[in-house]
């Protein structure tokens, strides 16, 4: 699948990508993660069943990313549901529309697959990306993400523990 979008090549992701979505994201996040951008196609590519991640090509350079997979029945959800993991835009052409063609390239592909539902996170200081998120559709889920610092529940729980033991 190769989508012309005024000099703008979309296009499934491919193995090859990698270099080039570490040195994009190394620029935007300040930091090196090829291991897990290697995790990560390798799920997106290889162990999923429905390859759903593009990405964006001006003259024959990959300028922005879109990963993501299909996940059936998560947290209870009978429907499948697509979950948008990663979203990358390369600096030097940030604001030229690329997010936008490949998210709409994106939900073209999931509705042509009757996949109803996207889903994504994003971290409560990223207002630029929250924004862009708001503009394109996105609202609050009815859910709340829930975390836990393993050693702090650790304590935690030895504490209940002593305590019944000792009440």
């Given at each position: 699948m190769?989508?012309?979008?005024?000099?703008?090549?979309l296009r499934?992701?491919?193995?090859?990508?990698?270099?080039?979505?570490?040195?994009?994201d190394e620029v935007v996040s300040g930091r090196r993660r090829e291991a897990w951008f290697?995790?990560?196609?390798?799920?997106?590519?290889?162990?999923?069943?429905?390859?759903?991640?593009?990405g964006a090509?001006?003259?024959?350079?990959?300028?922005?990313?879109?990963?993501?997979?299909?996940?059936?029945?998560?947290?209870g959800q009978a429907e499948p549901t697509a979950i948008l993991d990663t979203l990358l835009v390369d600096r030097?052409?940030?604001?030229?529309?690329?997010?936008?063609?490949?998210?709409?390239?994106?939900?073209?592909?999931?509705?042509a697959l009757r996949?109803?539902?996207?889903?994504?996170?994003?971290?409560?200081d990223e207002l630029e990306l929250i924004a862009?998120?708001?503009?394109?559709?996105f609202q609050p889920a009815a859910r709340i993400v829930l975390e836990l610092d393993v050693e702090a529940g650790l304590r935690g729980a030895r504490a209940r523990e002593d305590g019944e033991v000792q009440g």
């Open positions: 190769e989508v012309d979008d005024g000099g703008l090549n499934a992701l491919c193995e090859k990508d990698r270099d080039r979505l570490v040195a994009i290697e995790g990560r196609l390798r799920r997106v590519l290889e162990d999923s069943d429905i390859h759903i991640s593009l090509e001006s003259d024959g350079i990959l300028v922005g990313a879109i990963l993501g997979t299909v996940q059936y029945g998560e947290f030097a052409f940030s604001r030229r529309g690329i997010a936008s063609a490949l998210l709409t390239q994106l939900l073209q592909n999931l509705s996949i109803r539902r996207l889903r994504t996170q994003v971290a409560w862009f998120f708001g503009k394109s559709g």
